[in-house]
C-alpha cells in the first residue's frame, strides 16, 4: 500500500498520483488541504473508521487524535 492522502486531496484515483516522493505536506495548496481535512472528518465521523495512526509531522491539527 502507498499512502493514499495526496490523491485524496487531489481527488484522483489515478495511480500516478500517489504522494510523490520530493512533496512535503507543504506541497499541498490551502484548498488541497482543506479537502484532506474534509476526507479526514469523513472517515472519522461519517464512516466512524478508528484513528490507527497520524502523520508524524503532525499536518493533522485533531483534537480527537
Given amino acids: ?3 493514499a492522502s495526496w490523491a485524496l486531496a487531489n481527488m ?3 495511480p500516478q498520483d500517489k504522494w510523490p516522493t520530493d512533496a512535503t ?3 499541498l495548496g490551502a484548498d ?3 479537502t484532506l ?3 479526514v472528518d469523513k472517515f472519522e ?3 466512524s473508521y478508528p484513528v490507527v495512526g497520524w502523520i508524524v509531522d503532525g ?3 485533531s483534537s480527537s487524535l
Avoid: C, I, R, T
Wanted: no cysteine; charged share 35%; proline share 5%.
Fill in 45 to 47: 465521523n461519517a464512516y
Fill in 12 to 14: 484522483s484515483l489515478e
Fill in 1 to 3: 500500500g502507498a499512502d
Fill in 59 to 61: 499536518f493533522f491539527p
Fill in 25 to 27: 505536506w507543504d506541497s
Fill in 37 to 39: 481535512d474534509d476526507w
Fill in 32 to 34: 488541497e488541504q482543506k
